[in-house]
């Protein structure tokens, strides 16, 4: 029905975010269970004799190994009893994850701990009341973080500090004049004494992590690997895929009743593939996006619903019936047009005709984007806007697992996961396909967009 049909079954057996010995992902209950049995016997084989028995082999040990397996690039630890601390991170989930990844960048480079920040819920000119911090580990798993990051960066809590050294508190520059240069500079000083004897460096100044960075893409790739959505929200977001995969079921069942050559098999043990397109079409991205084609002068970042909408039809490969996952802003969950002029065979939905709109609105904003990225993320084909950091997000994390499968491009032949631009035209006047450069310099390039995706 779809491309990639043999990898999918795979990933259907083992998809989470373990990735140890296999080098792909896996994920049920089962999956995590045969990791463990395999750790254990890895351990038995290879590390017993410097275990004082079978009894230790605790949890702990389990997850070091696994998290060694993970950052093989990095045996040095960082220093436990030196930490940094930032201000709360703000703005949308991706600036977020952005700034977050910056700030454990800065500790790494100072070899310090991050002490754990805490995160914004709303964005501040929709949820007035939603403006309370929300604490990272609401939102984040803590300990599988510090697993998955271990060598690289860690996440310390405010209960480890020994309050002996004191607190050096650093003004972050803003504005024209703080450069680059200047950024590393300042922070080139603080990796030396008397700084570096502070137990903790307070980082102070207005969004300081939305300033500057020097770390190249694959730094910022290997933070956001370690983010794992709490259970509770990631159960969230399993529902409203789930509730996708149902809606592509039945309307390949009732149109298989009229084929003859449809077998009805093959979908009850597959899961339905989908397609997600995060559709960037509301009032206030097209008047951001206008201003921005005219600074830039490129004509490539404003699409509009036709344009999306015919794109997408024209991926090559893509044939119906398949659902497609539109992630829109909610004022356009109130406007049925998104939802019609998409060519035949393809069944657009979103959260409020899937009938999910209810799981979203027990949430905050951050919540709910996470939900709609994590969606995005499992989509079978993801079709996004180059200049928008959320797709962007999704195309990285989306290129990072095709590599763990051994793609080192997705550029060609048919893959798993591929991703698209529907603002830049591609082939067959479908949208471009979309790799991230895990090789940039940084991760500029793609978190203030860009139309250039190595494609
Ligand atoms: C951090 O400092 C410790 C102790 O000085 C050292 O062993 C380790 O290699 C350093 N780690 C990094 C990433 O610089
Ligand atoms: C150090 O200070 C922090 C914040 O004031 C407090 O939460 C923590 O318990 C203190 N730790 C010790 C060991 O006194
Ligand atoms: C904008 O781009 C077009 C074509 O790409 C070029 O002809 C034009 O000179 C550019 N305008 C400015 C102000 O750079
Ligand atoms: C990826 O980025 C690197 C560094 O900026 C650059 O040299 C390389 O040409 C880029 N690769 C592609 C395929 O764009």
């Not at 994390?397 to 032949?413: L, N, Y």
Request: charged share 25%; proline share 3%; aromatic share 10%.
């Amino acid at each position: 029905m779809l491309w990639g049909e043999v990898n999918l079954k795979m990933d259907l057996a083992c998809n989470c975010k373990y990735q140890m010995f296999f080098g792909r992902n896996l994920n049920s209950i089962t999956c995590k269970g045969l990791a463990l049995i395999v750790i254990a016997l890895f351990l038995r084989v290879v590390l017993l004799p410097s275990f004082s028995g079978y009894g230790g082999i605790d949890k702990k040990n389990l997850d070091l190994v696994h998290s060694r397996s993970l950052s093989l690039d990095s045996d040095n630890g960082i220093r436990k009893d030196k930490f940094l601390e930032v201000p709360q991170i703000v703005w949308g989930l991706n600036n977020q994850k952005i700034a977050f990844a910056r700030a454990c960048l800065t500790a790494r480079m100072l070899n310090r701990t991050l002490l754990m920040p805490s995160l914004r819920a709303s964005l501040f000119y929709k949820e007035i009341d939603r403006l309370q911090p929300i604490s990272f580990d609401k939102v984040f798993q803590f300990e599988r973080f510090n697993s998955f990051c271990n060598g690289f960066v860690q996440l310390g809590s405010y209960s480890d500090l020994r309050n002996q050294t004191g607190v050096y508190e650093l003004q972050k520059g803003s504005g024209r004049k703080w450069t680059v240069e200047r950024d590393l500079d300042q922070l080139k000083q603080l990796s030396k004494d008397p700084f570096d004897g502070y137990e903790v460096i307070r980082i102070v100044g207005k969004n300081p992590f939305l300033w500057h960075d020097h770390w190249p893409v694959k730094d910022y790739a290997r933070v956001f690997e370690c983010l794992v959505l709490v259970d509770e929200i990631a159960r969230e977001a399993d529902r409203v895929v789930s509730k996708i995969r149902e809606v592509g079921k039945e309307m390949s069942s009732r149109i298989g009743s009229a084929q003859s050559d449809f077998s009805p098999d093959s979908s009850l043990l597959e899961p339905v593939p989908y397609v997600a397109v995060h559709m960037r079409i509301e009032i206030d991205w097209m008047v951001h996006c206008k201003k921005l084609e005219r600074k830039l002068n490129v004509s490539e970042i404003c699409s509009s619903k036709r344009e999306i909408m015919e794109r997408v039809g024209n991926i090559v490969g893509l044939k119906g019936p398949t659902v497609i996952y539109l992630a829109v802003a909610d004022s356009l969950l109130e406007d049925s047009s998104v939802l019609t002029g998409w060519k035949e065979g393809l069944l657009p939905v979103e959260k409020n005709k899937l009938g999910v709109d209810g799981i979203y609105k027990k949430y905050p904003y951050l919540i709910q984007s996470a939900i709609d990225y994590e969606v995005c993320s499992k989509a079978d084909v993801f079709v996004g806007n180059s200049f928008s950091t959320f797709s962007s997000l999704v195309a990285l994390e989306r290129t990072q697992k095709m590599i763990r499968m051994g793609v080192t491009s997705s550029c060609g032949a048919d893959v798993r996961w591929p991703s698209y631009a529907y603002n830049i035209l591609g082939e067959s006047n479908g949208p471009h396909k979309w790799m991230t450069n895990m090789s940039d310099s940084s991760l500029k390039a793609i978190s203030y967009g860009s139309n250039i995706i190595t494609c």
